[in-house]
């Protein structure tokens, strides 16, 4: 069974980094039928997808345009886990973060982690 | 990377189907067999209650079923009972291999 235990601060202050990281159990990170994904929920905005890293031969990474231009997602295949970063954020940036992940043709999310509110306030 | 649409609010009364639509486009729902559909409810994790357009995961009940037309899929709920007064959303593969989520549709129990 597929696990994912996200960890990261809950309080960020504005125009500074978010770091999360998504550990997976179950599972490897460089799987080439899995996809790794970071989405946010909000009151004002529901469910965002923000972006996803896999392996096919070589890493990828997708980002979704909103964010393209703050946004990191890393494999790190030594802990077996994802991280997101997401650069000068803002009180807009508060949301209710998740990983989750997808297959390789099957592009639905299979499994969550617990999801991490995460507040941007000075 | 535009939402797709889903109906604020739907209810209805324990034992009656409801029906939750999901508005995309060509590129999207229309254009993929890949809706999935997610179930919330207050404080817990997305589950995932169909997959594929019509496919139901182990355990899922089956009084929950999936369809598309065009570009709307569509969630029912037959036999509407008290636990499923929840938050539910629909997601589909879009161009540029990314997703895009629905922006939730609140299910109410009379």
């Known amino acids: 069974q597929i696990q994912l235990q996200q960890s990261g601060p809950g309080l960020v202050k504005p125009s500074q980094t978010l770091s999360l990281t998504c550990a997976i159990s179950g599972d490897s990170v460089s799987n080439n039928i899995a996809t790794w994904n970071w989405i946010r929920q909000s009151p004002s905005r529901g469910l965002e997808w923000l972006g996803r890293t896999f392996y096919r031969s070589k890493w990828n990474n997708v980002y979704a345009d909103s964010v393209k231009s703050r946004i990191t997602i890393n494999p790190d295949t030594s802990k077996n886990q994802v991280t997101l970063q997401l650069n000068s954020v803002t009180p807009e940036d508060t949301a209710v973060y998740y990983c989750a992940r997808t297959g390789y043709f099957a592009e639905y999310c299979q499994a969550w982690g617990q999801g991490t509110l995460v507040t941007v306030s000075s | 990377q535009s939402a797709l649409t889903q109906p604020a609010s739907v209810s209805g009364s324990p034992g009656q189907s409801i029906t939750i639509s999901c508005t995309g486009t060509?590129?999207?729902?229309?254009?993929?067999?890949?809706v999935s559909w997610y179930q919330q409810h207050p404080g817990r994790v997305p589950k995932l209650l169909i997959y594929?357009?019509?496919n139901r995961p182990s355990g899922v009940s089956n009084r929950f079923s999936g369809s598309k037309s065009g570009n709307t899929a569509s969630l029912t709920i037959s036999g509407l009972q008290a636990e499923d007064e929840a938050d539910y959303f629909c997601c589909s593969y879009a161009p540029g291999d990314t997703l895009v989520f629905g922006g939730g549709t609140k299910a109410t129990v009379l």
């Open positions: 594929d357009v019509t």
């Open positions: 060509s590129s999207d729902v229309g254009a993929y067999n890949y």
